[in-house]
């Protein structure tokens, strides 16, 4: 599966960087120009372009931590197409493409949607999940049917209401921009003023409704600015891709942090960034939408977040899996060269290849590969037959580095099975198995505990000796010690 994510990621980065070519933005005296143009805020229109960029990210990335948290994803995108109905209708009440004409239309059918959904969950016994579907679809196909009929209106050839389903920044107005801010402004005020309460009721609804929080009154709180974010955005991104901007900047922020408060900081963060790099590129491009962009540099910083975090990221993981892999795989050969020792009551210091792959149950090849990388550990010292058709006959001898890393995991693994058998009652024979596993990851505090515990233990119980710290400094095993 990660495969075809990553052929993904590399197929849409190329499919970018073809388009971007073919817009000419390339060219390295425009390209310069025109980045000076757009950051040196000299035009008024820029200003108010990145103005309402900013605080677009800021409240659509406040509001999506919480549309995120409480999975609420396709309640936002519900209520993204459920407004065009009402776009439509403020348009047509105005008869022109007046901002707070088609907001408080847009508002109106929001309120409508959120009612219906709730009126579905109280009165049926449809899920949510359908209840947002059937809302969904039915408000935009009657906003459909709306925008064909005011194309055919007189004033309609020339109204640009079209701007609303994929967004059209050039047309951003100062007075769009104090909607945004009012919008972000509101968000913010309501997070400080009741983010206890709001962080209980999306986790724990149950001790709030105990403890005497409105949690219906706080939902519908919620839904309601949840409609203003989403109906200020729609000139900028639009009505199609406004979700993407409450999901994907939190979404980020989530493979980050789970602290509520950093994810909220976090995603208002990745939705300013994502906004004024989409802003960007569009304005360095020749007519390239701003909404798509918008959206494709925050799925961007989502991908990069996804497979380059140091703490999860998908890279990462599979780097520190590789390395777990390997580690595990020095330390079973390390075993098994000591348990051959063993066998041999440490009379002898040296192991052939043929003995270590009888014990490993693998192939002479196969154990070369791990013999191979023992030496460059610096574990192990190879003494090659002459012949190269015998390679099993080659011996092997524990360098002290790899004495002591052997008696480390033997005795983690043998202390283990002790503790099982005599802690909690497992039978000798079921606890293999168990010490396996956790031979690998027991610190040195975890193993002095046992130890103390166990009062320093000299035999598993299988009788066979457990090697101690001093048979490690001191490089063999007393078969004498008690």
Known sequence: MKKYVCLGVILLFILITQFLHAQEIHQSSDLYDKTIQFFSFKEKSVRVVITGIVLMGCGCGLMGGFVVTRKLSLFGDTLSHAVLPGVAVGFIWSQSKNSVGIIIGAMIAGFIGVFLISLIRKTTRIHL????????????????????????????NQSGIDHYLFGQIAGLSSADTMIIGLSTILTALFILILYKEMLITGFDQAF????????????????????????????????????????????????????????????????????????????????LPTGPLIVLSSTSIFLFVLFLNPKNGVLFEKLNFMKNKQKVLIENTLK???????????????????????????????????????????????????????????????????????????????????????????????????????????????VRQIEKILSNPRKDPHGKLIPSQFDIDRGYINLNSK
């Open 208 to 287: 709030a409704s105990s403890i005497g929080l409105p949690i219906d009154l706080l939902q519908y709180i919620l839904w309601t600015l949840l409609a203003f974010t989403v109906i200020t955005s729609l000139q900028i991104v639009g009505i199609i891709l406004v979700s993407a901007l409450l999901i994907i900047p939190a979404a980020t922020s989530s493979l980050i942090t789970q602290r509520m408060g950093s994810l909220l900081i976090c995603s208002a963060l990745f939705g300013i960034i994502a906004g004024l790099s989409g802003c960007y590129l569009s304005f360095l491009g020749n007519h």
């Open 336 to 446: 098994a060269i000591y348990q051959e020792l063993e066998k041999k009551d440490f009379t002898q210091d040296q192991i052939s290849l043929n003995e270590l792959a009888k014990r490993r149950r693998r192939s002479v090849a196969e154990v070369q590969k791990e013999t191979d990388i023992l030496v460059k550990k610096e574990y192990i010292h190879i003494f090659k037959k002459k012949s190269p058709k015998l390679p099993g006959e080659s011996t092997i001898c524990l360098t002290p580095s790899g004495w002591s890393e052997a008696c480390r995991i033997v005795r983690n693994h043998r202390l283990w099975e002790l503790y099982l058998t005599n802690q909690a009652q497992y039978a000798p024979d079921h606890v293999h198995e168990d010490a396996e596993k956790i031979e690998h990851i027991l610190g040195n505090e975890t």
């Open 129 to 156: 999940d359908s209840a947002l579907g059937l809302v969904l679809s039915g408000l935009y196909a009657i906003g459909i049917c709306l925008l064909t009929r005011i194309q055919k209106l007189d004033y309609g």
